[in-house]
């Protein structure tokens, strides 16, 4: 089972800028989609960014514009920049791995990302 940690949270501004990262303990070009989700609290989880592994992006809407995912198949990294941060922003947020065949779904730990002046 890969194992998965985020680095990157912390306070900052609003209108500030973070970089999350996911450095996977074997290879993300192995799972079929790497994204990035968030929890606020008393909030249900929701999908923020996914990058497939043909590169194919998708964002949660509020997020479309200021932030972007990317990976890095050399280092078994992928990032989260966030820019523009907002108050809503402010969530606990997680790394996933999903493979579909064999089926997969491999889980950070979280970093907590807090927007607040």
């Known amino acids: 089972q890969v194992q998965l940690v985020e680095s990157g949270g912390g306070l900052v501004q609003p209108g500030g800028s973070l970089r999350l990262s996911c450095v996977a303990s074997g290879n993300i070009f192995d799972f079929n989609i790497m994204a990035w989700y968030r929890q606020a609290p008393g909030k249900q989880r929701e999908l923020v960014a996914s990058?497939?592994?043909?590169?194919?992006?998708n964002y949660l809407d509020s997020v479309k514009g200021r932030f972007t995912i990317s990976r890095d198949n050399a280092k078994n990294t992928v990032y989260l920049q966030m820019n523009s941060l907002r108050l809503e922003d402010t969530a606990v947020y997680y790394c996933n791995a999903k493979n579909f065949i064999p089926r997969r779904d491999a889980w950070g730990q979280g970093t907590q990302v807090t927007v607040s002046s």
């Open positions: 990058i497939s592994s043909v590169d194919r992006i």
